[in-house]
């Protein structure tokens, strides 16, 4: 059989014009599994050529509407035609575009002569179209750039893109995404008055050898209001003011001056201090320590305490070890973060009783002495920092910033781990790390249709 396929444009003013496209054979005597139906190879033929038809219609109608002057009426004549490639979804189409003469109504040109007129150039500011940049945008964030490329040039029809191309149009679809930051949605009024807790986590990414480092910092978190939740990321080098673009983050997310604030995060005191930069001065920051991170060097405690009672060769009594081991953890689980340090200070001190003792007691009493150590330096380093947190687990708040460690797989291990092999410049990092989070929260899509209106 033969299949015919022929599309016909109607234009506003009436004028109807058919196009025959490529029509698709199949037929019977050679027909084999692989032709029956259409073929990803027709598909992205018969739609290159629908785009294609659409498009120089398109074209078309967009020059004769826009000679008509918009002030006076009159009709603009035309400069020349310039030949433009307009990159699209399903395929490059070149099209002969017009530029047009200013009118002479128009005073500006009177008094300061400007060149021709684009009509073009609105709709298509990068000559391509936005809807393609947002899917190079999107698959450079998910895939590498080469990967990226690979994946649009085996499904659709556009013109085959160069990895380069794709990096660039993520970083414009980045540059677009800060922007737009402060124009998009504000959903301050939905705000519950409980406000806003962000939960903050770093992540290590290669950094690329000319930069002299290692290793790049990457900020990585999650903003939460009790019915809404938004994923950021951001590196710190690649931004002149990291604390004004974490403010811009949050005032986006409907956070006000004056507002309490709640950060929870690990020991690290970058984090916390980076929210309060963003603050500067015009709301209350409370930061509570990740209730994680203190468990699990809790749990090494009590580790060192059993294998210090367990061996052989030990005199002392173990309920004396024991029990205090044991209720840290409650101290600490109920806020009374005083008391677990006199706790920890007497288990110190009975460790250092057991000098005379055999060598393996000696060595788990000092191992025990060198975990109640790391303990107490971290509670002391973070004395400020610690709640009652058994209180807030009941009112069903946060505790933790699991949540902020589940954005540094998302954002940050997933495209920019260290098993990608890749080096980053912080520049680059940064871009991934914006769209990353913005195609996660489903905001690519929102933000660049605002944009694009
Ligand atoms: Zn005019």
Known sequence: MDVRISIETTFDNGEKRTHQLDGISRPYRVTCPDGIGLRLEDGKRVVEQIQRAILCDQVEEIIRESRVCPDCASVRAIHDYRTRDLDTLFGRVRVKAARLRRCSCDARSAAMPGGPISPLAYFFPDRATPELQRLHAELGSR???????????????????????????????????????????????????????????????????????????????????????????????????????????????????????????????????????????????????????????????????????????????????????????????????????????????????????????????????????????????????LVDYGRRYRNGLPISSSRAEGSVDDIANARMGKRRRMRWSPKGAHRVAVTRAAVLDGRLTVANRKRAA
């Open 143 to 385: 895939h590498s750039f080469r990967e990226a490329a690979r994946l649009m040039k085996s499904f659709l029809p556009c013109h085959p893109p160069h990895h380069t191309t794709v990096r660039d149009r993520l970083g414009r679809v980045a540059a677009g995404l800060e922007k737009s930051r402060r124009a998009s949605g504000d959903p301050a009024e939905a705000l519950p008055k409980g406000g806003l807790t962000v939960f903050l986590d770093g992540a290590h990414i290669r950094c690329r050898p000319e930069y002299q480092q290692r290793h790049l910092d990457l900020v990585v978190g999650k903003i939460e209001s009790r019915n809404m939740c938004r994923r950021f990321g951001l590196v710190a080098n690649a931004t002149a003011s990291p604390g004004s673009r974490m403010r811009e983050e949050l005032s986006d997310f409907g956070w006000k001056p004056g507002r309490l604030l709640t950060v929870i995060s690990d020991g690290e005191l970058a984090l916390p201090n980076l929210i309060r930069n963003a603050m500067g001065g015009d709301g209350q920051v409370k930061h509570i320590l990740d209730w994680w991170h203190i468990s699990m060097r809790i749990r090494h405690v009590e580790a060192a305490v059993q294998g210090l009672v367990q061996i052989p060769g030990f005199t002392g009594i173990p309920v004396l070890f024991q029990r205090p081991a044991k209720s840290l953890r409650w101290w600490l689980w109920h806020g009374r973060a005083r008391v677990a340090e006199t706790y920890l200070k007497g288990l110190m001190h009975d460790c250092t009783r057991l000098a005379e003792e055999p060598l393996a007691v000696r060595t788990a009493a000092a191992r025990v002495q060198a975990r109640c150590g790391t303990l107490y330096t971290y509670l002391a380093n973070n004395m400020e920092s």
